[in-house]
């Protein structure tokens, strides 16, 4: 099945909201209070460099999104593409619209000129990451993350 990709239209909110919160469940955290509001105003507003685009099956029922924004990149001296969220319901995943998405994401960057697209997971995410394998293997960087 090929996946029909798309920017999410009004009426998506309620199953964006469903997916994401099944993102949140699968990392083992809890969305922050009003969270929801704030990533689908920053999805709505097109001054805020921030999109999502999601996918939907045959039968048009949304299956995953992806977020990703621009970032500074210092160690190429320029603009990169930050892939900040991937998810597809588990009950599809292998049907292609994971590779689907970031297959978006790196035409986006193409399109704009960028040198690339950098994205996170956790190690325990080995279905993502046996697909992340199939573009680049994965660098030795250690991520840390420290509450302020």
């Known amino acids: 099945m090929k996946p029909v990709l798309r920017p999410p239209a009004d009426g998506d909110r309620a199953r964006w909201e469903e997916l994401f919160g099944a993102y949140f469940t699968f990392y083992e955290m809890e969305p922050p209070k009003g969270g929801f509001d704030v990533v689908w105003a920053w999805i709505q507003d097109d001054e805020n460099p921030f999109w999502c685009t999601v996918a939907e099956d045959t039968a048009g029922k949304i299956i995953g999104f992806v977020h990703y924004q621009l970032w500074h990149n210092s160690l190429s001296a320029g603009m990169s593409v930050y892939m900040a969220d991937l998810f ?3 009950d599809v995943r292998g049907g292609g619209a994971g ?4 297959d978006h994401v ?3 960057a ?3 000129g960028l ?3 950098d994205w996170l997971t956790q190690d325990f995410n080995y279905p993502g990451r ?4 199939t573009y680049q293997k994965k660098t030795d960087f250690v991520f840390y993350s420290v509450p302020a």
């Open 88 to 90: 597809v319901h588990p």
């Open 99 to 102: 590779r689907a998405l970031i």
């Open 106 to 108: 790196l035409a986006f």
């Open 110 to 112: 193409r399109g704009r």
């Open 115 to 117: 040198p690339s697209v």
């Open 130 to 133: 046996r697909l992340y394998d």
